[in-house]
């Protein structure tokens, strides 16, 4: 099974600033096969990043993914109000369990 | 419209059984794959269960295996999800979503149904 571990668990920040993520897989992902997804509260899970990198359509361009080997990150470029939420990293390329990371939550300071 | 719709969650006691089930609409069913993943109060997703895309794979989490049971109605444009043998670490909201055609990541969800065990 591959596990992810992402940290910051709390990322404590102010609007406009910048957020950076991170997730780590506990062994390779085939083809980069990593997801972010953004969680407000009483929401379901929205989709921001696929393939380590690539944006689908209808995410704004301030949301971007990055890999360099098994460490994986989010980056946020100028925070917007909406954007304080909990962020979830989630493998779906290898073999089963397709397996999330435990979050990481975006606060206002 | 692309969505998934659940239902069929409630409170139930333990030991006891549940089906949930999922009716999507706005795309062709066959076309993707599927998945059940679940969020317990306050804490992370945890993905439970896949159906492959051509019916041919179900996958489990080691969590829930042996108790849960995936499957597809093409006809119905529905996905379920029977749960038997519930427990207490069973409560959660329970989300059906869609891995996307070309890229595999699952781009859309419901808005979750939730399940209480006591």
């Known amino acids: 099974e591959i596990v992810l571990t992402q940290f910051p668990g709390t990322l404590s920040l102010s609007p406009g600033e910048r957020a950076t993520l991170s997730c780590r897989a506990s062994q390779s992902l085939n083809s980069g096969h990593l997801a972010w997804y953004q969680q407000r509260p009483g929401q379901s899970p929205r989709l921001l990043i696929f393939?380590?990198?690539s944006r689908p359509a209808g995410i704004p361009a301030r949301f971007s993914g990055s890999v360099s080997g098994t460490d994986f990150t989010l980056t946020i470029s100028r925070l917007e109000p909406e954007d304080f939420a909990v962020y979830y990293c989630?493998?779906?390329?290898?073999?089963?369990?397709?397996?999330f990371g435990p979050g990481t939550k975006v606060e206002v300071k | 419209q692309e969505q998934v719709v659940e239902s069929g969650g409630g409170l139930v006691k333990p030991g006891g059984s549940l089906r949930l089930s999922c009716v999507v609409s706005?795309?062709?069913?066959?076309?993707?794959?599927m998945h059940w993943i679940r969020q317990a109060p306050g804490k992370g997703l945890e993905w439970i269960s896949y159906?492959?895309?051509?019916?041919?794979?179900?996958y489990y989490a080691d969590s829930v295996k042996g108790r849960f049971t995936i499957s597809r109605d093409s006809l119905q444009n529905s996905l379920y999800l029977h749960m038997d043998n519930l427990r207490d670490d069973d409560t959660a909201v329970y989300y059906c979503?869609?891995?996307?055609?070309?890229?595999?990541?699952?781009?859309?969800w419901g808005q979750g149904t939730a399940v209480i065990v006591s």
């Open positions: 989630h493998q779906y390329g290898n073999s089963p369990p397709f397996t």
């Open positions: 706005g795309f062709t069913f066959s076309d993707h794959s």
């Open positions: 393939a380590a990198s």
């Open positions: 159906f492959s895309r051509s019916g041919g794979a179900t």
């Open positions: 979503a869609r891995s996307a055609h070309y890229y595999y990541a699952i781009d859309v």
